[in-house]
């Protein structure tokens, strides 16, 4: 309900805030107190135009605000879904304001959210009835008459039911158009993804294969200089006749000669006898190591031939392997729904004509039972006007006046 209205610099008003309690108020007053000006405030407050003109004199800006105690289930559908759109919360009430400049320009405010006018008229149309001024009377309009018509007939819920199904149907318009539009690029896009998959499948890419071809292409590239020092290395250690196991052999004899004199030489006898069979299998290692260097040209060229493969498919689809194969199977997927989106874009244009057939049925049941309303609510409108002018012809009678005629027929007839 309106609970408080607040003007400022408007026509003759300074500054008042007028409070309304539950139930029935009345503003009362001598003719001039200013009562019309209370309710020409509140009818541009609802987005009723407004001219420069009604700003008070002297002042620049008028002010008017308004507070309603209103649940948001009380306000039309049209405004709810106004008020949705905006962003507009009113669970604490809604404060309408609006503010006219002596040039005529104005600022229209909801829940101080600046709106425009049209806005502001839009949400507040259904709140406020002001009879007198026909453009207020809520019975005018058309929407709230069907919406009267509905609460009476207890319809609402058949509305609502139809309402969701007219959703579904422009909900399945949008994706069919969609779909439509997608369909005309859909042929060069599969083109395009069956050459990239193609493309990425005949490489075979395996995971970690690119680490595994860079340490293989630092081998190949030093496979020389490997064969040199594993040669020289190999000669030094045995291949040789003056080679460091040799001569370590011959160190261990004359330790062991000396420890047989002067145990001093035990420990460092051991420790020589200890290295010989490490030296032993470091050369086993070297004499296998340096046979199995057999450098192959050719393999070198395929190693680096094969990086620059997945170097080629890297600056297309992603800088390494992992990423490549992300590519290809996100590639793969869409490939797939676009090979069966003419089967999906039927399937749509199928489910739009059983929503379309269904809501033409409950469109229709809802006509025939609006129409049963209407002539019941027509009904009970006639018997009144009978009534009503009943009793106006017993009161013309009563003064011996001339009777009444309706419609060119007589009231009682």
Known sequence: MLRELHIKNFSIIDD???QFSEGFNVLTGETGAGKSIIINALSLALGERASGEIVRSNEKEALIEVFFDIAPSV??????QILQDSGLDIEEGLILKRIITVQGKNRSYVNGSMVNVQTLSDISKN?????????HQSLLSSENQLDLLDAYGNLMNERSALAEIYASLRALKKQITERAQKEQDRAQRVDILQYQIHEIEAAGLRAGEEEELREELKF???AGRLAELANQSYDALSGSDSSCIDSLSEIISSLKEISEIDGRAGDPLKSAQEALPLLEETGYFLRDYKD???FDPSRLDQVQERIEVIKGLGRKYGQAINEILSFYEKARIELEELQHSGETLDALKTEL???RKRLGIQSLALSKKRKAVAKKIEKGLLIFQ?????FLLLLHRKK???PLTVSGHHPME
């Not at 306000?75 to 709810?80: E, K, R, T």
């Not at 709140?127 to 453009?135: A, F, L, M």
């Open 16 to 18: 008042v805030s007028v």
């Open 386 to 390: 009978c009534l009503t002018h009943g």
């Open 220 to 222: 190949l590239s030093n």
């Open 127 to 135: 709140i406020v009835d002001i009879h007198g001024q026909y453009e």
């Open 75 to 80: 306000l039309s559908s049209s405004a709810q």
């Open 292 to 294: 199995s260097l057999d």
């Open 400 to 402: 011996g006046m001339t």
């Open 353 to 355: 004509e059983e929503v």
